[in-house]
Every structure is written in C-alpha cells, then in structure tokens.
C-alpha cells in the first residue's frame, strides 16, 4: 500500500507542477501532447518509404589490360556502351573507373571525363570543353599539385589498365613556309638574269 500512496503522491505532483511550467491546464497539456503524437503517427504512416525490394547486381567484370590506345580510342569507353568498361585517364595513364559508374558514367556529374584524359580539367578544376586534354603545359604550381592529389587518388582506388598514346608533334619548322634569305634572294636573282 506504501508503494500505491507513493505513485499516487508523485501523480499528483506531476499535475500540480504543470500548470506552473506550461501555463496549461492539466487536461489541456495532454491532449496537447496526444495531438502531437497523433500527428507524428499519422505523417510517419503517410510519408513512411515502401519497402525497397533490393535486386542483386551482377559484380563487374575484371578490369582488362588495353596497352597503349589513342585518345580516339579512349573516347569509346565514354560509358555510352554497357558492355565496356568505363575508363578514364590522368596523365596519360588510363584507369577503369567502372564502380564509380554513378560518378563518371552518363548522367553523373563528372561524366564529361570519361573516355578523355581529363589532367588540364582535373588540376584546373575546370569542367570546360577545352579543358578535356591531356595537355598540362603551362599549369601554375597550384595547378600541377592539385593533379598529382588526384593521380594518387586515381592510383590508389582504380586499376592501371593502359597507356594514351603519345603523338609525336611534327616539327614545327617543316610546316613554316620558309622565308628567303636576303643571300637566297641574290642567288636566286642571279639565276635570272643569267
């Protein structure tokens, strides 16, 4: 009986102190609280998710080794086609980027890298068209140390699987139209007056 008069002391207690603390009647503050509670089962039972229904997906296929491509080669592994890999390269290195499908595949926000060798854009930041090459002459120190950042990363989370062919630039002197030499000109004059 002591622990009945016990509870039916910290009771009233309860109800006494709750007008002092809320301004409220006791009735009043527990529908209050009734209501809140209402309301939250009702959105929690409105807004709940529907059970996901989870489909196995089939594990991704090991990365293949390619060697050396071109750049128009690589362009193939863009993501457009299911049935390659997604590659991706960083100073001419190539790496299968194809778990990161949701990141560097169609419709992901770094898309535009795949199938390119993205270093100027990378250490650039930069997701402009002209940025999309493999070109990192003439990067600021900031620059070339924000690429490095990202060739390890690429390093340390996606296989090596090939090589962008280097294309030799032609020498810029056998595509310049020579000028004559004041000296070329004389003996090319004398020719003709002969």
Known sequence: MAGLDFV??????TLSSIPQYTGLSASTFFTVVALV???YYLISVLFA?????HVPMEPL????????ITAEELRAYDGTDPNKPLLMAIK???????RSRAFYGPGGPYALFAGKDASRALAKMSFEEKDLTGD?????????????????????????????????VSDKSE?????????AESETSKGIRA
């Open 175 to 183: 595509n310049v139209p020579t000028t004559p030499t004041p000296d």
């Open 92 to 98: 001419a290195q190539i790496y299968d980027v194809s």
């Open 61 to 68: 296929p090991p990365p293949q080794q390619l060697g050396e």
């Open 8 to 13: 039916y002391g910290y009771w009233n207690a």
């Open 49 to 53: 998710q529907a059970p996901v229904e």
């Open 37 to 39: 509670f209402g309301i």
């Open 136 to 168: 990192i002459e003439g990067l600021s120190p900031y620059e070339a140390e924000a690429l490095t950042d990202w060739e390890y990363k690429f390093m340390s989370k996606y296989q090596k699987v090939g090589t962008v062919k280097q294309i030799p």
